[in-house]
């Protein structure tokens, strides 16, 4: 059983930053990895970054990012705390959305492999 809880959203002007944070309490196993997801309105909900939990590997990238988000946000973690961060620099009206923190069992992040989510953070960007 895995819990995860958002926090750090909220309304940002664009060009500003936020960053979001996803406290984690593992009860039976420690996912290998965790990620990032939003969802706009009217639209389905879509992968922004990953990052394995501890440590990487050869084949896998510590992280990656969607093609939208490269450059502009950047996923990291505490291990000691258990938490995972997404911080979102230059942000856009089109970042606006509700964002999503998610895990699985395996070590590759898509909607389809996490059983775990939190109940979301929006994060809203003005024009």
């Known amino acids: 059983q895995v819990e995860l809880v958002e926090s750090g959203g909220g309304l940002v002007q664009a060009g500003g930053s936020l960053r979001l944070s996803c406290a984690a309490s593992?009860?039976?196993?420690?996912?290998?990895?965790m990620g990032w997801f939003r969802q706009a309105p009217g639209k389905e909900r879509e992968f922004v970054a990953a990052?394995?939990?501890?440590?990487?590997?050869?084949?896998?990238?510590?992280?990656y990012y969607a093609d939208s988000v490269k450059g502009r946000f950047t996923i990291s973690r505490d291990n000691a705390e258990n938490t995972v961060y997404l911080q979102m620099m230059n942000l856009k009206p089109e970042d606006t959305a509700v964002y999503f923190c998610?895990?699985?069992?395996?070590?590759?992040?898509?909607?389809?492999?996490?059983?775990?989510w939190g109940q979301g953070t929006q994060v809203t960007v003005s024009s």
């Open positions: 593992f009860r039976t196993f420690r996912p290998p990895a």
């Open positions: 998610a895990a699985g069992r395996g070590a590759v992040i898509t909607e389809d492999t996490c059983d775990y």
């Open positions: 990052i394995r939990w501890t440590g990487g590997s050869l084949y896998y990238a510590d992280s």
